[in-house]
């Protein structure tokens, strides 16, 4: 699970819209550098693909693309809830289940938000922190480690 790379600011503007990033925080230069060596750190440990999922906010399809580990596929549970916590409970729960469901045999990459990041697992990451994470049998999910990427 990793948190987007590097994007100044702090929450998205009011009336941002997913479908115009021109209205969304972005990426900055060093948030675009950052993004490709998350993804040559990964092929540095034998990662050369992974299946990878993303929040459909520009900032993490940005950072899921300049990875380059694989198509990345939009998952809308992967994104924010910062601006409407009310969701966050139901969310994180079907975001947990549709984990459950993931085949674990291939590498899995989850690009999303703090909020998000933190839900599943109380840590609190950094911009483009890597949070490991394993599913056990009964779908439990534990981390099992963190590495900072800035």
Known sequence: MIRHALAPGTNDPTGFRLDDCTTQR???AEGRAQA???GELFRANG???ADVYSSQ???CLETASLMRLGETRQ???LNS???DRAREARQIEALRQWIGQLDPARPTVFVTHQVVVTALSQIFPGSGEIVVMQRAQDG???VQGRLPTA
Do not use: K, V
């Open 26 to 28: 972005n990426l900055s």
């Open 36 to 38: 490709a060596r998350i």
């Open 47 to 49: 990662i050369a693909a």
């Open 57 to 59: 906010w520009c900032r």
């Open 75 to 77: 998952q809308p549970l």
């Open 81 to 83: 809830f910062f601006q």
């Open 140 to 142: 439990r999910l534990s």
